[in-house]
């Protein structure tokens, strides 16, 4: 017999088998001796009373032996199947490649940039010498932009497909089982390029391929139904089927759409600053407590407020995280935060953002190329404001609020470093104007928040692609191109690693064979 309770278990005990066991049969009201394995289902942490405690949802087995779910791909030798080509080696290119790989499909992802470790060569020069690789950095290169953006796998995506599939495949791969059971399951930075490798060489065993430092500038279509690829290095790739999974940041693969008059549309996105604190301000905030206990992980936070009818919320917060430079191009800033496994580092980040919506800039419903424009021209003038080499403009917390220039910076983990500016001159007008009103608020939602010891750096612009490649709902392909599928974060369809692996997996599935 199986039985299902909730837990709640403080700190000092969450990792005492015997004390759970004892507390569910007590629970249930039977001997512990009758208990013969358990099975957590999930685990949260609710820090709402001053006594934090985790909430298990646990499965007793009840005089039978414990048989808990566990997933197994089942793929196929794709030698001589019939091709998908997928544009992109992110989230959702992958799980596209191993969706393909079930479904008897060979997939060929074609990836501008390089593999996983090859990637940290040039995210170093960024980091330490102010130079960008455009076809290599933060952004693209295998893994995509989530490789080097923490690994954060909390979602809201549950009606778009399977989620636990997608993280019982990172589980196959490397990941740690919790990821299976948390309520915000996370992987880390440092263990993601491992993950990755796996994935692709499993894709490479079952024979599919994968093709990096491959560029693709020209997708070919006749009479209305997709034919083939062309890179930059002359290679010519033919199929019935392309998935377009390039991120958020293949600004040229918008271009390519405009030079063809394909459909393309503006879309809403966020843009804002990313906030750094102290990670013990936070600690203290939300678990009450001067010193967080040694069993409960760096605390996080998700904050929203209304200012002026438009929405002002947290996003994308990384506790024990590191400030990365995420450009694509040398005269630009664009900031992204990101965590290890352990979260151990001393501060805790998050993009602090406000919609951007069409009618915020002039033309935006007719003109496709309105919001990405309008990006553009602020992480430029973040670069100009910084003064060069991927500097970023910053201001304290307070002098942000109360129009002062700071007079020095808080020491922060922005690599490439911060210089103290005006922020009013890198955002818009109604970008800081919202900001302003919005952080007090928050400080009086979280004790501690609003100090001058956090570091406002500019700017978070890359939340999401400010362009939709339009697709038919129930086909998911382009409605002009037959066999062409825009997919995932870069064509308006995703928002993180989840999201966008779900997405790869239905692009797939809505291609009929």
Same mark, same amino acid.
């Given at each position: 017999?199986?039985?299902?309770?909730?837990?709640?278990? &403080?700190?000092?005990?969450?990792?005492?088998?015997?004390?759970?066991?004892?507390?569910?049969?007590?629970?249930?009201?039977? *001997?512990?001796?009758?208990?013969? &394995?358990?099975?957590?289902?999930?685990? *949260?942490?609710?820090?709402?009373?001053?006594?934090?405690?985790?909430?298990?949802?646990?499965?007793?087995?009840?005089?039978?032996?414990?048989?808990?779910?566990? /997933?197994?791909?089942?793929?196929?030798?794709?030698?001589?199947?019939?091709?998908?080509?997928?544009?992109?080696?992110?989230?959702?290119?992958?799980?596209?490649?191993?969706?393909?790989?079930?479904?008897?499909?060979?997939?060929?992802?074609?990836?501008?940039?390089?593999?996983?470790?090859?990637?940290?060569?040039?995210?170093?020069?960024?980091?330490?010498?102010?130079?960008?690789?455009?076809?290599?950095?933060?952004?693209?290169?295998?893994?995509?932009?989530?490789?080097?953006?923490?690994?954060?796998?909390?979602?809201?995506?549950?009606?778009?497909?399977?989620?636990?599939?997608?993280?019982?495949?990172?589980?196959?791969?490397?990941?740690?089982?919790?990821?299976?059971?948390?309520?915000?399951?996370?992987?880390?930075?440092?263990?993601?390029?491992?993950?990755?490798?796996?994935?692709?060489?499993?894709?490479?065993?079952?024979?599919?391929?994968?093709?990096?430092?491959?560029?693709?500038?020209?997708?070919?279509?006749?009479?209305?139904?997709?034919?083939?690829?062309?890179?930059?290095?002359? +290679?010519?790739?033919?199929?019935? +089927?392309?998935?377009?999974?390039?991120?958020?940041?293949?600004?040229?693969?918008?271009?390519?759409?405009?030079?063809?008059?394909?459909?393309?549309? @503006?879309?809403?996105?966020?843009?804002?600053?990313?906030?750094? +604190?102290?990670?013990?301000?936070?600690?203290?905030?939300?678990?009450?407590?001067?010193?967080?206990?040694?069993?409960?992980?760096?605390?996080?936070?998700?904050?929203?407020?209304?200012?002026?009818?438009?929405?002002?919320?947290?996003?994308?917060?990384?506790?024990?995280?590191?400030?990365?430079?995420?450009?694509?191009?040398?005269?630009?800033?664009?900031?992204?935060?990101?965590?290890?496994?352990?979260?151990?580092?001393? +501060?805790?980040?998050?993009?602090?953002?406000?919609?951007?919506?069409?009618?915020?800039?002039?033309?935006? @419903?007719?003109?496709?190329?309105?919001?990405?424009?309008?990006?553009? @021209?602020?992480?430029?003038?973040?670069?100009?404001?910084?003064?060069?080499?991927?500097?970023?403009?910053?201001?304290?917390?307070?002098?942000?609020?109360?129009?002062?220039?700071?007079?020095?910076?808080?020491?922060?983990?922005?690599?490439?470093?911060?210089?103290?500016?005006?922020?009013?001159?890198?955002?818009?007008?109604?970008?800081?104007? @919202?900001?302003?009103?919005?952080?007090?608020?928050?400080?009086?939602?979280?004790? &501690? /928040?609003?100090?001058?010891?956090?570091?406002?750096? &500019?700017?978070?612009?890359?939340?999401?692609?400010?362009?939709?490649?339009?697709?038919?709902?129930?086909?998911?392909?382009?409605?002009?191109?037959?066999?062409?599928?825009?997919?995932?974060?870069?064509?308006?369809?995703?928002?993180?690693?989840?999201?966008?692996?779900?997405?790869?997996?239905?692009?797939?599935?809505?291609?009929?064979?």
């Amino acid at each position: 017999m199986q039985q299902e309770i909730e837990l709640a278990i &403080g700190p000092d005990h969450i990792h005492d088998q015997d004390y759970i066991l004892r507390q569910g049969a007590k629970q249930l009201n039977i *001997s512990p001796k009758r208990i013969n &394995g358990v099975y957590i289902r999930k685990r *949260s942490i609710d820090a709402r009373s001053k006594q934090v405690v985790f909430r298990l949802r646990i499965v007793f087995y009840i005089d039978e032996q414990p048989q808990p779910f566990c /997933y197994q791909s089942t793929l196929k030798n794709v030698r001589d199947a019939k091709p998908v080509i997928i544009i992109g080696a992110g989230p959702a290119g992958l799980f596209a490649a191993y969706r393909c790989l079930e479904r008897g499909l060979k997939p060929i992802i074609l990836e501008r940039g390089k593999p996983v470790r090859e990637r940290r060569r040039d995210l170093a020069k960024i980091n330490r010498e102010g130079i960008v690789n455009p076809e290599s950095n933060y952004c693209y290169g295998e893994g995509g932009a989530g490789t080097y953006s923490d690994g954060k796998l909390y979602t809201r995506s549950n009606k778009r497909g399977d989620v636990h599939k997608v993280l019982s495949i990172f589980v196959e791969h490397g990941a740690d089982e919790d990821i299976l059971i948390d309520a915000r399951p996370h992987i880390g930075t440092n263990k993601l390029p491992h993950i990755i490798e796996s994935m692709r060489h499993k894709i490479l065993e079952m024979e599919g391929e994968v093709h990096f430092e491959t560029k693709v500038v020209d997708i070919v279509e006749k009479f209305g139904q997709v034919h083939s690829v062309k890179t930059e290095n002359g +290679h010519t790739f033919c199929a019935d +089927h392309v998935i377009l999974a390039t991120g958020h940041s293949a600004r040229d693969i918008f271009q390519l759409f405009r030079n063809k008059n394909w459909l393309l549309e @503006a879309k809403p996105f966020a843009l804002g600053v990313r906030i750094e +604190h102290p990670q013990h301000i936070i600690d203290s905030a939300q678990y009450h407590c001067a010193v967080r206990h040694d069993n409960l992980p760096p605390a996080y936070y998700s904050l929203v407020e209304q200012v002026n009818n438009r929405g002002v919320f947290s996003f994308c917060m990384c506790p024990g995280g590191i400030i990365a430079p995420c450009a694509t191009d040398f005269d630009e800033i664009v900031v992204n935060g990101w965590s290890p496994s352990k979260r151990n580092n001393p +501060h805790a980040n998050s993009g602090t953002v406000i919609q951007i919506n069409l009618d915020d800039v002039p033309n935006a @419903a007719t003109n496709p190329f309105a919001l990405l424009d309008f990006q553009r @021209a602020v992480e430029h003038k973040a670069y100009q404001l910084g003064g060069g080499n991927f500097v970023a403009p910053a201001q304290r917390m307070v002098d942000f609020v109360e129009n002062r220039v700071s007079l020095d910076l808080p020491k922060n983990s922005y690599k490439p470093g911060t210089r103290s500016v005006d922020l009013n001159e890198v955002l818009p007008d109604f970008v800081h104007t @919202a900001l302003r009103k919005a952080l007090p608020l928050f400080g009086k939602k979280m004790r &501690g /928040y609003y100090t001058n010891e956090a570091i406002l750096v &500019g700017v978070e612009s890359r939340t999401s692609s400010p362009v939709r490649i339009p697709r038919d709902k129930e086909t998911l392909q382009h409605p002009q191109i037959k066999g062409l599928y825009p997919c995932a974060e870069g064509a308006g369809y995703a928002g993180g690693i989840v999201s966008a692996a779900i997405d790869g997996i239905n692009c797939v599935d809505a291609i009929k064979i």
